[in-house]
Nanobody, 126 residues
Framework: QVQLVESGGGLVQAGASLRLSCAAS????????MGWFRQAPGKEREFVAR????????YYADSVKGRFTISRDNAKNTVYLQMNSLKPEDTAVYYC???????????????????WGQGTQVTVSS
């Protein structure tokens, strides 16, 4: 059974940092795209970042570029999202997702991903 379990969310002040973790299990993800998305109340799910597990190639949304860093630990089968200089507009539920190496969808599209975690809340106060 495939599982993606996020952790690391919380309530912080603007300017602070958080590191989210996504522990993956149940299959081999070595060829997969691993993504982070977020969804704020009343808004659509939004792409944040993704990493190609096998190459480590990363890609970011413009809104987080330079502040967030996505990485993976092969030994722990875990993907991380280091979030620095957090802003109130970063407040959302953050989801980890895994998608196959080939798809008609781009890696910044939710349609690319067929496995999702349950989400972790990140709240940034001003």
């Amino acid at each position: 059974q495939v599982q993606l379990v996020e952790s690391g969310g919380g309530l912080v002040q603007a300017g602070a940092s958080l590191r989210l973790s996504c522990a993956a299990s149940g299959r081999t993800f070595s060829s997969y795209a691993m993504g982070w998305f977020r969804q704020a109340p009343g808004k659509e799910r939004e792409f944040v970042a993704r990493i190609m597990w096998i190459t480590g190639s990363a890609y970011y949304a413009d809104s987080v570029k330079g502040r967030f860093t996505i990485s993976r630990d092969n030994a722990k089968n875990t993907v991380y999202l280091q979030m620095n200089s957090l802003k109130p507009e970063d407040t959302a539920v953050y989801y980890c997702a895994a998608g196959p190496p080939r798809s008609p969808y781009n890696t910044d599209s939710p349609g690319r991903y067929n496995y999702w975690g349950q989400g972790t809340q990140v709240t940034v106060s001003s």
